[in-house]
C-alpha cells in the first residue's frame, strides 16, 4: 500500500524531461486580480466619482515594447460602479505612480501638474546651458538682477510697515508696567479697607454680646448648683414618686379629710399611773387643725398611756 501523501515521486530510468511539451502562453494574456483604485477618479461616461482604495476586480496584462530601465509596465482594466464603462491606467515606475489612460480623468492633481511643469522648465534650462556657455552668463545675469528686486521690494515692504506703525516698544513696556503696578496697589488699598471695615464689625458686636451678657447675669436667679454626678437626675423623680407612694399606702392623702377621720379615733378620759387625766382628741369637720397636728396629738397620747 502506497503512502497517501506522497512526496518523492517515481521516475523511470528512461525518462527524457526534453520531451515533455512546453505551455505555450501569449504574452499579451491577461489575469484577472484583485486592486484598489490607486488614485481619485471621475468616470467620464456617468460622471461618478471612484475614491481612492475602491476595490475591483481588475485584468491585468503587460504593455507590449514599453520598459523602463528593464522594468516591466502594467496596464488594468476596471469598470466604472454606475455604468460599467471601461476605465485603464497603467503603472509609472519613472514617478512611483499609476498613469490614467482612458474612461476617466484624475482628481486633485493640480500640484503635480505644477510640478511637472517646472521639472519641465529646469530640464529645458540645463539643455540650454550645456551648449550654448553665453546663455549661461544670461541667465545668472536675470537671476542677480531678480534677486536684487525682490531683496528691494522687500526693504520697501519694511519702512512701509514702520512708517505705519510707529511703535515705541519701550514705552509700551513701561505703560505696561505702570498699570500692573497701579494695579496691585489698588487692590491692597480695598484689601486694607475691607480688613478694617471687619475688625470694626467685630469688635462692635462683641461690646454688644458683653452688654447683653452683664444684663442676663443682673436679672436673672442664681441657678441651683450642678450635681456631683450628672446621672443622679435620673433617679430622682423615680425614688420620689416612690416615697409619695409609700406614705400615701401607709398615712393616706393629706389633703383627703374622709380618710384621715377614719385613722382618728376618740377615746375616753382616763387617768396614768401618774393620775394626770389625757383627752382624746375630739373629730370636728369645722376644725382648722392639720392633719400633722392630729397625728403629733395621737402620737403623744399613746407615748403618754404606754408610760
Known amino acids: 500500500m502506497s503512502e ?15 520531451a515533455i511539451p512546453k505551455l505555450k502562453l501569449p504574452k499579451d494574456r491577461q489575469y484577472v486580480v484583485r486592486l484598489m483604485a490607486p488614485f481619485n477618479m ?8 471612484i475614491y481612492k482604495g475602491k476595490k475591483f476586480n481588475a485584468r491585468k496584462e503587460t504593455v507590449q ?24 491606467f497603467k503603472t509609472d515606475p519613472e514617478n512611483t505612480d499609476y498613469a490614467m489612460e482612458h474612461g476617466a480623468t484624475r482628481n486633485f492633481q493640480a500640484e503635480k501638474l505644477i510640478e511637472e511643469d517646472e521639472k519641465r522648465q529646469q530640464k529645458e534650462r540645463e539643455e540650454e546651458e550645456l551648449n550654448n556657455p553665453m546663455k ?46 497701579e494695579r496691585k496697589r489698588k487692590e491692597k488699598e480695598e484689601d486694607e479697607r475691607e480688613l478694617d471695615a471687619l475688625m470694626k464689625l467685630t469688635e462692635k458686636k462683641r461690646i454688644i454680646e458683653d452688654s447683653d451678657s452683664d444684663e442676663e447675669s443682673a436679672h436673672t436667679p442664681s441657678m441651683p448648683t450642678a450635681k456631683a454626678n450628672p446621672t443622679d437626675i435620673l433617679s430622682e423623680p423615680q425614688n420620689k414618686k416612690l ?12 389633703n383627703s379629710k374622709s380618710q384621715l377621720a377614719a385613722l382618728i379615733t376618740v377615746k375616753k378620759q382616763h387617768s396614768n399611773c401618774s393620775g394626770k387625766k389625757v383627752e382624746a382628741p375630739s373629730q370636728s369637720s369645722g376644725s382648722g387643725t392639720s392633719a400633722l397636728s392630729l397625728l403629733g396629738a395621737y402620737s403623744d397620747s399613746e407615748d403618754s398611756h404606754s408610760d
Open 4 to 18: 497517501r501523501k506522497v512526496l518523492n515521486k517515481y521516475y523511470p530510468p528512461d525518462f527524457d524531461p526534453s
Open 42 to 49: 471621475r468616470c467620464k461616461t456617468c460622471g461618478e466619482y
Open 65 to 88: 515594447n514599453e520598459l523602463y530601465l528593464g522594468l516591466p509596465i502594467f496596464r488594468f482594466y476596471i469598470k466604472c460602479t454606475r455604468c460599467l464603462a471601461e476605465i485603464t
Open 136 to 181: 549661461v552668463l544670461e541667465n545668472r545675469t536675470k537671476d542677480s538682477k531678480l534677486e536684487m528686486e525682490v531683496l528691494e521690494n522687500l526693504q520697501e515692504l519694511k519702512e512701509l510697515n514702520q512708517r505705519q506703525a510707529n511703535v515705541d516698544f519701550e514705552s509700551m513696556l513701561q505703560q505696561y508696567k505702570d498699570f500692573e503696578e
Open 243 to 254: 416615697k409619695t407612694e409609700s406614705w400615701e399606702r401607709s398615712v393616706g392623702k393629706l
